[in-house]
């Protein structure tokens, strides 16, 4: 079956510091890779996907993501993050069974003033 | 508005007094799927749906029992609730054919 772990639990960034959160999968075959935001008290929204095709994703909120393949990797950038970037983030694959997603345990982002 | 919705939003109840959460889709979307929430775990599947009446077990189904009579609907039910089924659960919905999910506000749910 296949896994998904994020690293980063908990990361604490000053407004206007660039972000990378790291994604790694377990699964040799084809992936389909999303993040997700929860923000405070909210449901989880999607940020963006990778299905094919270019490898760097880019999302709502200037937020992108780069698939490195070799690497089973999907991390989520952001050049300069705001305070309203607080909130946890997600990391999901899904591998072709319908819409079964497998979820990370997610980072939890603090972006301080 | 397309949506997904949850009732209750928050719930405190008794161990073993049976309950159910429901969920209401009106995207006409295939799929549908129960999560739990639990800090420093992620989100966990419980139960998921590929269409009506075709159900089949997550990661986590101990305790739990859904049904898809219908398309829209997906209930999650506690036959019997105990105190480690406290959690924050979420419902989501999507097409088979974006891979995408859609999810509902959130149900809290405490079991004393």
């Known amino acids: 079956a296949q896994s998904v772990s994020q690293h980063n639990h908990h990361v604490i960034l000053s407004e206007a510091a660039s972000l990378e959160l790291g994604c790694n999968y377990s699964y040799g075959g084809t992936v389909n890779l999303f993040w997700y935001v929860q923000y405070p ?6 940020l963006l996907k990778y299905f094919s095709g270019d490898p760097l994703v880019k999302g709502i909120k200037g937020f992108e993501a780069e698939f490195i393949k070799s690497k089973f990797s999907f991390n989520l ?3 300069s993050v705001q305070w309203s970037d607080t909130a946890e983030y997600f990391c999901a694959v899904n591998t072709g069974t319908a819409s079964k997603l497998t979820f990370g345990t997610g980072t939890r982002l603090q972006v301080t003033l | 508005e397309a949506q997904v919705t949850q009732n209750p939003r928050y719930l405190i109840t008794v161990t073993g007094k049976k309950l ?12 549908m799927s129960w999560y739990r929430q639990d800090p420093g775990l992620g989100l966990r599947q419980i139960y998921y749906s590929m269409n009506v009446e075709v159900t089949d077990k997550g990661d ?11 398309k829209r609907n997906f209930p999650l ?20 054919k974006t891979y995408e999910q859609y999810f509902g506000p959130g149900t809290r749910l405490t079991v004393t």
């Open chain 2, 20 to 31: 159910t959460v429901t969920c209401s889709q009106n995207m006409n979307h295939e799929y």
């Open chain 1, 41 to 46: 008290g909210q449901h989880l929204q999607l």
């Open chain 1, 77 to 79: 950038r952001k050049p």
């Open chain 2, 77 to 96: 039910i506690l036959e019997s609730p105990s105190p480690n089924q406290t959690s924050l659960y979420f419902c989501a919905s999507g097409l088979h």
């Open chain 2, 60 to 70: 986590v189904p101990e305790g739990y029992k859904v049904s898809r009579k219908e």
